[in-house]
């Protein structure tokens, strides 16, 4: 065997990191591909979300990442991690979407989350249902601002700062409009309560992030 002849072992693109990956984009088609397939579910989720109809979801899915194949030469990492640089390509996306035609269109927070919103474990099913009815109902109500901070902190599990990235806020802005998102369900929910009296385990029904 003539180990001179050996071709070099192909370099598995799936194992690199997002910034390994922008990199080779320069050099390497693939690394782009591997980037898509990264995160095209979850940018096509959230675009959902934001429009409610599948067939604008998925065009508008597809120009985000057109758009970003066509400047991923310029994205340098600035505190801002690729993914919440793809978010905040989708959100100015939607935004214009949405300017454009006149109409905005959410989707239940339910829909995407399966097994609840971090519930303690309830002591009895009928009284979670109850609960998580409230919550829901409760997060229904809230401005949709807030709403997309839930689903981008509980679905796509950003942190506050990629959070604020995609929000166009700091950090602080994002962790104190949390806080008060928190304490709005909460009285939202035990203002609801107060009317028809069921049992009351709402608080910490989030967890917090960070």
Same mark, same amino acid.
């Given at each position: 065997?003539?180990?001179?002849?050996?071709?070099?072992?192909?370099? $598995?693109? &799936?194992?690199?990191?997002? #910034?390994?990956?922008?990199?080779?984009?320069? &050099?390497?088609? @693939?690394?782009?591909?591997?980037? %898509?397939?990264?995160?095209?579910?979850?940018?096509y989720? %959230?675009?959902?979300?934001?429009?409610?109809?599948?067939?604008?979801?998925?065009d !508008?899915?597809?120009?985000?990442?057109?758009?970003?194949?066509?400047?991923?030469?310029?994205?340098t990492? /600035?505190? =801002?991690?690729?993914?919440?640089?793809?978010?905040?390509?989708?959100?100015?996306?939607? +935004?214009? *979407?949405?300017? $454009?035609?006149?109409?905005?269109?959410?989707?239940?927070?339910?829909? *995407?989350?399966?097994?609840?919103?971090?519930? $303690?474990?309830? $002591?009895a +099913? &009928?009284?979670?249902?109850?609960? /998580?009815?409230?919550?829901?109902?409760?997060?229904?109500?809230?401005?949709? @601002?807030?709403?997309?901070? #839930?689903? !981008?902190?509980?679905?796509s599990?950003?942190?506050?700062?990629?959070?604020?990235?995609?929000?166009?806020?700091? @950090?602080?802005?994002?962790?104190?409009? %949390?806080?008060? &998102?928190? #304490?709005?369900?909460?009285?939202?929910?035990?203002?609801?309560?107060?009317? =028809?009296?069921?049992?009351?385990?709402?608080?910490?029904?989030?967890?917090?992030?960070?």
């Open positions: 065997m003539n180990i001179f002849k050996r071709k070099p072992k192909k370099l $598995d693109l &799936t194992q690199l990191s997002d #910034l390994e990956l922008v990199d080779l984009c320069k &050099t390497n088609q @693939e690394a782009f591909g591997v980037l %898509y397939e990264r995160y095209v579910e979850k940018i989720k %959230y675009i959902y979300y934001r429009t409610g109809n599948s067939q604008d979801a998925e !508008l899915a597809s120009a985000v990442f057109h758009r970003a194949m066509a400047h991923v030469g310029d994205y990492d /600035r505190g =801002v991690p690729f993914q919440a640089w793809l978010y905040r390509i989708a959100h100015n996306l939607v +935004a214009n *979407f949405h300017r $454009d035609r006149g109409r905005r269109k959410i989707i239940p927070l339910e829909d *995407f989350v399966s097994g609840g919103l971090d519930f $303690d474990a309830p $002591d +099913a &009928t009284e979670d249902e109850e609960e /998580r009815a409230q919550l829901m109902a409760a997060i229904g109500r809230l401005p949709e @601002e807030r709403q997309q901070l #839930l689903y !981008l902190k509980f679905v599990n950003l942190s506050n700062a990629e959070v604020g990235a995609i929000l166009d806020r700091t @950090e602080g802005a994002i962790k104190s409009l %949390y806080h008060r &998102t928190l #304490l709005a369900l909460r009285d939202d929910i035990q203002m609801q309560q107060n009317r =028809v009296g069921p049992p009351t385990r709402q608080e910490g029904k989030f967890r917090n992030g960070s």
